[in-house]
């Protein structure tokens, strides 16, 4: 498939910078740098998921870098193991199970093609397209963050092998099933001022988006709203009844999957659910 053609030249040109580098001395590697840093050409084809993504998100040298240092990670994570002996130097992660590249990495060897300082702050903000779209997760450092690890997400997995992210299957990073609901909203008895209320939430499922693009930043999106009640009131098919309605997928979290006695733990398995579903639309119930 095309996809993986390009998916391996990727790799490969940010492989080949990292030997170069690895393989050389400074001062070499300042010679031959310019030879190497032009990444391959990319054929915009219908069939190619990956150059698609690149053309049409007109992603820089820096930009693809940075995904290729994620890409190489991810499809061949025994490289910065085996073949990079100066991974202090160029601050690898490393951990007891994987190496991961984290933002110094990719600052470390954009300054040292580009020849300049390089303000990382402007590829990793919320405007960015890998983190907009929630295709690149980083695992934050708590004692710098630049000295933080980043991996290609599921997001970005799914929208380079089939085009578009898929539906999630349950597992321990993404404990919720689909709630749904052959049923209308006709069919949900409530007390006029609940139904009311699940109106208003269903305007703003419906306008929210366009509100917050007008607000420029003043408002931020998402809602959250409260259903309470004893078993049987209808909470879970007001909730399906909502996505249907709305036109969004909804997941029922399991919360004993999520919830843990470790300090710490509660948050991690909350945020691995919140970064898988950061820009699907979903309605997490």
Not at 132 to 153: E, N, P, T
Request: hydrophobic share 40%.
């Amino acid at each position: 498939m095309n996809e993986q053609a390009t998916i391996l030249k990727e790799i490969n040109w940010v492989a080949s910078l990292l030997q170069i580098f690895e393989q050389s001395n400074l001062v070499d590697f300042n010679s031959l740098k310019k030879n190497y840093f032009q990444p391959p050409a990319i054929q915009d084809q219908e069939d190619d998921y990956v150059a698609k993504f690149i053309s049409h998100a007109n992603l820089g040298n820096e930009d693809r870098l940075l995904l290729g240092l994620a890409l190489l990670a991810h499809f061949e994570p025994e490289f910065f193991e085996t073949k990079i002996s100066r991974k202090q130097q160029l601050a690898f992660h490393i951990s007891q199970t994987h190496v991961l590249p984290t933002l110094r990495t990719a600052v470390i060897i954009l300054e040292l093609v580009i020849g300049k300082n390089i303000d990382l702050h402007k590829y990793i903000s919320t405007d960015h397209i890998f983190f907009q779209k929630g295709l690149l997760r980083i695992v934050r450092s708590d004692i710098d963050s630049y000295r933080s690890a980043f991996h290609v997400s599921q997001n970005l997995t799914d929208l380079l092998l089939y085009g578009a992210p898929r539906p999630p299957a349950f597992s321990p990073t993404f404990p919720a099933r689909p709630c749904t609901t052959a049923l209308h909203w006709d069919d949900l008895v409530l007390p006029q001022n609940t139904r009311n209320q699940l109106l208003d939430t269903l305007r703003w499922l419906t306008h929210g988006p366009a509100v917050v693009e007008q607000m420029q930043g003043r408002l931020k999106p998402g809602l959250k709203t409260l259903f309470y009640g004893p078993p049987g009131t209808g909470k879970s098919l007001a909730a399906a009844l909502l996505g249907k309605k709305s036109g969004r997928e909804v997941y029922r979290i399991d919360l004993s999957q999520i919830v843990s006695k470790y300090i710490g733990e509660t948050e991690k398995n909350f945020a691995e659910i919140f970064n898988r579903a950061h820009d699907q639309n979903w309605i997490l119930f």
